[in-house]
């Protein structure tokens, strides 16, 4: 009897382990997971976003949507522009409408920039040329 339970349980553990379900993360996904349980899953819940824009000249571009940071998170921005002798603002909307920027003029950024209060900020770009700039880059927070 004690043969056939051990052998009874081996088979239950071995089944058990073929019926896991196993699924890969996308992006969203792991914005989903920081927006539920925050920043106590470490570094996966970042989220990085790509952009493409064109900025008219002596014009402001902003992003849609406002993304949660609390005090002393960073974000990363990484881009390149044309054409490059442009002078370019890029940075963050804080939660009282005040844009702090890193200004650029030699058509690429890779900076970060932190955050010194908790809120809501927005991702923006101004454009301090006479011509129309296209950036391409990404922003990670």
Known sequence: MR???????ACMAMVGCFCINAAALD???VVFLEDEIGSSIG???RASNSFTMDVAAN?????DKAFSLEA???V???AVYSPKSA???FGLIDPDGVFHYINVTDGNIDETIQVNVRGNYTFAVRNNSSSVVR???FIRY
Request: proline share 0%.
């Open 59 to 63: 014009g402001k571009s902003k992003a």
């Open 3 to 9: 043969r056939f339970v051990c052998k009874a349980m």
């Open 76 to 78: 990363e921005i990484s």
């Open 87 to 89: 002078s370019v603002d």
């Open 135 to 137: 950036i391409n880059g």
């Open 43 to 45: 570094d996966y819940t």
């Open 27 to 29: 992006k969203n996904d």
């Open 72 to 74: 002393g998170e960073t």
